[in-house]
């Protein structure tokens, strides 16, 4: 199972927020490029970026930001990169720039038709986030919570062919309360898709419940406020995870 550490890009630094609350921005860096190289030194076998100013936008922002970081990690590990994304163009550019994976949120829960025309487009390339609270799918930055079910969403976006989900639980992150097992757990044993949990991620307790599981369909867990603050050491938590159930 992959530990990713995650970097998100408000105004061209390394922050962290709470619920998706951008007033609530910890700034962690003035060089994400040079958090992206810590992380790859330190064990990271994937990065996990959010444009946050793209997310509110609803277009790319931190491009700067991603391309230096993209410069600086080179061919070592894939970066998965979500925040902002609305059109196939902008998904091209990321490709090229480097970029791995694009993971696209909210845009896909609005508009279905973008997502199925981006897995089309650019297939094996496309990761869906969804976001939930109480099990609905949250959007737009977590400000509305909309009627869908998000087992009933994921599916339908796997028979489209994305390569994975990304699975928030919008009550938990940022706030260093624990992951959401039991909610993950369900998402996954629903999908053949895999899941990457998000949100909560505080210690390496959460590894182990999240190991304990991982049979059922999760590859990964996305950890960012845990290893910035130092609640969880990166480097102990992805070698706990590949001991327990091998490595992602």
């Given at each position: 199972m992959l530990i990713i550490p995650a970097i998100d890009l408000k105004d061209g630094h390394c922050v962290r927020l709470k619920?998706?609350?951008?007033?609530?921005a910890t700034v962690f860096s003035n060089n994400p490029a040079e958090m992206a190289a810590r992380w790859l030194e330190a064990g990271a076998r994937r990065l996990h970026l959010v444009d946050l100013?793209?997310?509110?936008?609803?277009?790319?922002v931190n491009e700067a930001a991603i391309k230096a970081i993209v410069y600086e990690v080179g061919d070592d590990i894939p970066i998965q990169l979500g925040g902002g994304?609305?059109?196939?163009?902008?998904?091209?550019?990321?490709?090229?720039d480097g970029v791995s994976y694009v993971i696209i949120g909210s845009a896909a829960v609005k508009n279905p038709g973008f997502l199925h025309d981006a897995c089309n487009a650019f297939p094996g390339h496309i990761i869906v986030g969804l976001d939930a609270?109480?099990?609905?799918?949250?959007?737009?930055?977590?400000?509305?919570?909309?009627?869908?079910?998000?087992?009933?969403?994921?599916?339908?976006?796997?028979?489209?062919?994305v390569e994975a989900v990304v699975y928030t639980d919008i009550g938990r992150d940022g706030m260093m309360s624990g992951v959401n097992v039991d909610a993950t757990v369900r998402l996954a044993q629903a999908l053949s898709i895999p899941v990457i949990a998000s949100?909560?991620?505080?210690?390496?307790?959460?590894?182990?419940?999240?190991?304990?599981?991982?049979?059922?369909?999760?590859?990964?867990?996305?950890?960012g406020r845990a290893i910035y603050e130092g609640s969880l050491d990166f480097t102990s938590a992805q070698k706990l995870a590949d001991q327990l159930c091998g490595e992602g």
């Amino acid at each position: 199972m992959l530990i990713i550490p995650a970097i998100d890009l408000k105004d061209g630094h390394c922050v962290r927020l709470k619920q998706g609350e951008m007033d609530s921005a910890t700034v962690f860096s003035n060089n994400p490029a040079e958090m992206a190289a810590r992380w790859l030194e330190a064990g990271a076998r994937r990065l996990h970026l959010v444009d946050l100013n793209g997310a509110f936008a609803g277009k790319p922002v931190n491009e700067a930001a991603i391309k230096a970081i993209v410069y600086e990690v080179g061919d070592d590990i894939p970066i998965q990169l979500g925040g902002g994304i609305r059109d196939l163009d902008t998904i091209e550019r990321y490709l090229d720039d480097g970029v791995s994976y694009v993971i696209i949120g909210s845009a896909a829960v609005k508009n279905p038709g973008f997502l199925h025309d981006a897995c089309n487009a650019f297939p094996g390339h496309i990761i869906v986030g969804l976001d939930a609270k109480d099990g609905m799918v949250a959007v737009e930055g977590w400000s509305k919570v909309t009627h869908h079910e998000v087992v009933d969403l994921a599916k339908k976006f796997q028979d489209y062919g994305v390569e994975a989900v990304v699975y928030t639980d919008i009550g938990r992150d940022g706030m260093m309360s624990g992951v959401n097992v039991d909610a993950t757990v369900r998402l996954a044993q629903a999908l053949s898709i895999p899941v990457i949990a998000s949100g909560g991620i505080t210690n390496l307790d959460d590894i182990r419940n999240l190991c304990a599981v991982a049979d059922e369909g999760i590859m990964g867990a996305i950890t960012g406020r845990a290893i910035y603050e130092g609640s969880l050491d990166f480097t102990s938590a992805q070698k706990l995870a590949d001991q327990l159930c091998g490595e992602g």
